[in-house]
């Protein structure tokens, strides 16, 4: 069967789905609806060629741990590539004001490890490559093996997706109708039509890669709030030259931002400065890459026939570095309730809708809100800033509930 044929229907089939965007949200959910929606025939679009290698792009993904079990229900997590995060640390950068309840080091702090919410590892990073090459030949085996239902058509943009009466109709070329279109192409920030609710944060995300010193401990994920806003260090596996890695998210606000002028010495001596002694000294830093920071976001995921998710639903900060899990629960619970209502695809939808509304909205106004508050100089805010995560390390209860959230979501 050729790449760009479409599955002829048949009598047995329930649902013709097309997923526009092959990127994780889009490699997942096709996966997972061929695995269980076995009468369903799914179409997956993309511009870029089949043939091209995606396996070496060095973007970072930070996943949960819910996001992890769901890859390994798939088969297609590579355990060899992915550094476990095993501890967060989360703390926030001097100038801030003392208060009994810092404790004697007076700087405010939160630590949650695997160990104490008695899970494995609390998620695990690894590259956008590692990640969407295994995922995407998993795929392709696929519609190898079932040419009758499923089909790519790779190196076909999608120029229009138009509403019908009971469906969709979609032009990549060739005009082709589906009963559901899911589209699952994001983009960054800056290269996305603005959607409903829409606020460009006026800082530029500075990322790349760092080298820990070789006694670092393995598997930590370090959270920093500066005056100019959160500084990352996300655990990467490491090589036979730098033993302990670690991904590198800086952001600044773009009126204060000169870290393209500096040399690399320097702004490993800056970065050096903003984190805690147990991340650092930083001993080499990898050329860096800028993007523009915002929130974009849909107010509703459903609009006739067609779904978004992923980053074409929501693009946030990365401040909590939850923008992928998010896709990728979208795609779970779309997956659910088509299987759940069977040929009822509106009703589908509207359960997706509803469901995925508080995980969605309570990620959506929590990223909002840090990342809009590193903007502000109120005299107060390191103070409230710091009684927040003390509070949060002197309360277990509360805690253990944010550290599930974050793994698995809010259910």
Same mark, same amino acid.
């Given at each position: ?9 048949? %009598? *047995?089939?329930?649902? =013709?789905?097309?997923?526009?965007g092959?990127?994780? &949200?889009?490699?997942?959910? !096709?996966?997972? @609806? #061929?695995?269980?929606l ?24 930070a ?7 769901l890859?390994?229900?798939l ?18 950068a ?42 995407? %030949? *998993?795929?392709?085996? =696929? ?7 499923? &089909?790519?058509?790779?190196? !076909?943009?999608? @120029? #229009? ?18 009963d ?5 192409e994001?983009?960054v ?35 920093r ?10 655990p990467?596996r ?18 204060e ?10 702004r490993?001596?800056?970065?050096n400065?903003?984190?805690?002694d ?26 006739g ?11 946030l ?7 992928l899990n ?5 795609a ?27 995980d969605?909205?309570?990620?959506i ?18 103070l409230?800033?710091?009684l ?7 309360l ?16």
């Amino acid at each position: 069967m050729s790449p760009l044929a479409t599955p002829a229907p048949s %009598a *047995a089939t329930m649902l =013709r789905l097309a997923i526009v965007g092959a990127g994780p &949200a889009g490699l997942v959910l !096709a996966l997972h @609806a #061929a695995q269980m929606l076995p009468q369903a025939s799914i179409t997956l679009f993309d511009a870029r060629p089949l043939e091209r290698d995606v396996s070496g792009d060095p973007r970072t993904l930070a996943l949960s741990l819910g996001s992890v079990q769901l890859l390994q229900r798939l088969k297609v997590w590579p355990t060899e590539l992915a550094q476990p995060i095993l501890q967060v640390h989360v703390s926030q950068a001097p100038p801030t004001l003392s208060h009994p309840l810092f404790g004697a080091s007076q700087q405010p702090e939160v630590r949650i490890s695997a160990a104490e919410q008695g899970v494995p590892q609390l998620g695990a990073v690894l590259a956008y490559g590692q990640l969407v090459a295994p995922l995407q %030949a *998993a795929w392709q085996a =696929r519609v190898e093996a079932e040419p009758q239902r499923l &089909a790519s058509r790779f190196g !076909a943009a999608v @120029a #229009a997706i138009k509403p019908l009466p009971s469906g969709v109709e979609i032009d990549a070329g060739i005009a082709d109708c589906f009963d559901l279109a899911v589209i699952a192409e994001g983009g960054v920030f800056a290269d996305q039509a603005r959607k409903a609710v829409a606020h460009d944060y006026e800082q530029n995300a500075w990322v790349g890669s760092v080298t820990l010193p070789e006694h670092s401990p393995a598997g930590v994920a370090y959270e920093r709030f500066t005056r100019n806003g959160p500084l990352a260090l996300l655990p990467l596996r490491g090589t036979p030259d730098a033993p302990r890695r670690a991904a590198l998210v800086w952001c600044m606000p773009k009126a204060e931002d000169d870290v393209a002028e500096l040399s690399d010495a320097q702004r490993l001596a800056l970065i050096n400065s903003l984190l805690p002694d147990a991340a650092g000294p930083l001993r080499a830093i990898s050329p860096l890459k800028c993007f523009a920071l915002g929130l974009n976001a849909e107010r509703t995921l459903v609009q006739g026939r067609s779904i978004r998710i992923g980053n074409a639903a929501q693009t946030l900060h990365p401040v909590a570095g939850q923008g992928l899990n998010l896709g990728l629960r979208d795609a779970y619970a779309l997956v659910d309730a088509l299987r759940r209502k069977e040929a009822d695809i509106d009703a589908a939808l509207k359960s997706v809708e509803w469901q995925r509304a508080p995980d969605r909205w309570s990620m959506i106004a929590a990223t909002d809100f840090l990342a809009r508050s590193f903007a502000w100089r109120w005299p107060g805010l390191p103070l409230a800033r710091g009684l927040g995560l003390a509070a949060l390390q002197a309360l277990p209860p509360l805690k253990r509930a944010i550290a599930r959230q974050m793994m698995f979501g809010r259910r």
